[in-house]
């Protein structure tokens, strides 16, 4: 077909151009977001009396035709068409003759992409905003379930102090809630409608662009046509928000894969989320964890990509622009596929309880609460901090747990404690009490934050 662009032209484009031109290959996931913003555009010139009834009449019937053929059968031939606008417009005139070329009328290219776009966005968020709550939810359920399942507490990947099971999985709810809060903030700056900013300078017709923006469910309108055009920064701001998503996904699908290991055997996973090897008959493999972690990566390359590509366009609207949908729709498929298979993991896991708890009895973790409990005997931290690590330090050389003392060792280094306090301090469980601040690991503080955190998925 001719080109939408082609009055100007004598020679016809060389095929290794158009390989490189054309995005309809990708471009045709925006296919339904085209019909949506080309049947908003339609009414507005209806409105402003640029088209007759009965011509706005035919065009409509057309436009919705093709919805509900795309939709049943979907693109049977894309052979020769730029983009997902050269298509659309084509099926159009095919279907209601030339009249179809009037739909063009007052409006760009360059913010139809935009619009659709915007629209592209405004219909994924939501479905992702709700997939982050399914698995917030999930993390809520498990730490509802072991209210005084103790684990030990890393730093450095190295056993550190004793925390709850639940302590630490809100821990992760806390990161996905403020996930959702940076998507909120992505809705708000993509809620603005482009259309009517044409090519660079604004429509030439006196089309109610509020009006437009209402009908397609824009909370407001570009107030400037060369900005509406020109920037990628709400897709950029996705991006930001996709890659901070992913790590925080993908540090959780660390723990799982060192937890799942026979070193840590922490959890077990269920069949339905694991796999085996193809030559290893013992393995069960956390595959799902992994590709999760795996995906982070891609999900990095396509922010910095197009972050790269904007970097050094002069205003307006620049063909490098083109770039900035595949890395937007994979990255939005991406997401959409690790979410609901990672909750199904996370959904199915099983703690072993028991291994969490001897865990955090051993290793010296109580060191801290040595340290704490000399300080209330009136010594300064750093002292009783020495004092402990001498104390940890000959445990080490003669090879015993510090609770395998006898009273006499106690004394050496110890004196200021009674035989009642070394026993309350044996017990890891009062570790944990100690700690009953607001965002502690204490009993009332993980129940008090577990409340909190329910009332914000509810």
């Known amino acids: 077909m001719g080109k939408l662009w082609g009055g100007r032209f004598e020679n016809t484009t060389n095929e290794k151009v158009e390989i490189l031109n054309e995005s309809l290959t990708f471009d045709r996931e925006l296919w339904e977001e085209d019909i949506i913003g080309s049947l908003a555009h339609l009414g507005a010139l209806f409105e402003a009396g640029i088209i007759r009834e009965e011509e706005y009449v035919k065009l409509k019937k057309g436009l919705l035709e093709i919805r509900r053929d795309i939709k049943k059968a979907g693109m049977k031939s894309i052979q020769g068409y730029e983009d997902i606008h050269s298509y659309i417009e084509a099926m159009l005139i095919k279907k209601v003759g030339q009249i179809g070329g009037k739909l063009h009328t007052g409006r760009s290219r360059n913010d139809q992409v935009?619009?659709?776009?915007?629209?592209?966005?405004?219909?994924?968020?939501?479905?992702?905003?709700?997939?982050?709550?399914?698995?917030?939810?999930?993390?809520?359920?498990?730490?509802?379930?072991?209210?005084?399942?103790?684990?030990?507490?890393?730093?450095?990947?190295?056993?550190?102090?004793?925390?709850?099971?639940?302590?630490?999985?809100?821990?992760?709810?806390?990161?996905?809630?403020?996930?959702?809060?940076?998507?909120?903030?992505?809705?708000?700056?993509?809620?603005?409608?482009?259309?009517?900013?044409?090519?660079?300078?604004?429509?030439?017709?006196?089309?109610?662009?509020?009006?437009?923006?209402?009908?397609?469910?824009?909370?407001?309108?570009?107030?400037?046509?060369?900005?509406?055009?020109?920037?990628?920064?709400?897709?950029?701001?996705?991006?930001?928000?996709?890659?901070?998503?992913?790590?925080?996904?993908?540090?959780?699908?660390?723990?799982?894969?060192?937890?799942?290991?026979?070193?840590?055997?922490?959890?077990?996973?269920?069949?339905?989320?694991?796999t085996g090897s193809s030559l290893m008959p013992q393995k069960k493999n956390p595959d799902v964890a992994e590709l999760v972690r795996g995906k982070t990566g891609r999900v990095y390359g396509h922010f910095f990509a197009l972050l790269t590509t904007m970097k050094g366009l002069p205003l307006a609207y620049n063909k490098d622009m083109q770039e900035d949908k595949e890395g937007l729709f994979d990255i939005v498929k991406t997401i959409k596929n690790v979410l609901p298979a990672f909750s199904g993991l996370i959904k199915t896991i099983s703690f072993n309880t028991e291994k969490m708890y001897k865990a955090a009895s051993s290793d010296y973790l109580w060191a801290t609460d040595l340290a704490d409990l000399l300080v209330e005997k009136g010594i300064p931290f750093r002292k009783g901090h020495e004092r402990a690590g001498r104390a940890i330090k000959k445990c080490l050389e003669e090879g015993k747990n510090l609770f395998e003392w006898d009273p006499r060792d106690w004394k050496e280094f110890f004196p200021e404690l009674s035989e009642e306090e070394i026993f309350i301090f044996q017990a890891v469980e009062n570790s944990i009490s100690r700690r009953e601040l607001i965002g502690g690991t204490g009993y009332r503080a993980v129940k008090q934050q577990l409340e909190l955190a329910k009332g914000l998925v509810n």
Do not use: C
Not at 168 to 197: N, S
Not at 239 to 246: E, G, P, Q, V
């Open 114 to 274: 935009a619009l659709d776009l915007h629209l592209y966005l405004k219909k994924n968020i939501p479905l992702i905003k709700q997939e982050i709550k399914n698995f917030q939810i999930i993390l809520l359920n498990h730490a509802e379930e072991n209210p005084e399942t103790i684990m030990p507490g890393y730093t450095h990947l190295q056993r550190a102090q004793p925390t709850l099971l639940a302590h630490h999985l809100l821990a992760y709810f806390w990161k996905f809630q403020r996930d959702l809060e940076r998507l909120e903030g992505v809705l708000e700056r993509t809620d603005l409608m482009p259309l009517g900013a044409g090519a660079i300078a604004g429509s030439g017709f006196p089309m109610d662009r509020e009006k437009t923006a209402k009908i397609l469910g824009f909370k407001e309108i570009y107030q400037n046509s060369i900005d509406a055009v020109s920037d990628r920064d709400f897709i950029l701001e996705f991006m930001s928000f996709a890659s901070i998503l992913m790590m925080h996904l993908s540090r959780m699908a660390e723990e799982i894969i060192i937890w799942s290991s026979l070193e840590f055997k922490f959890v077990e996973l269920d069949d339905a989320f694991a």
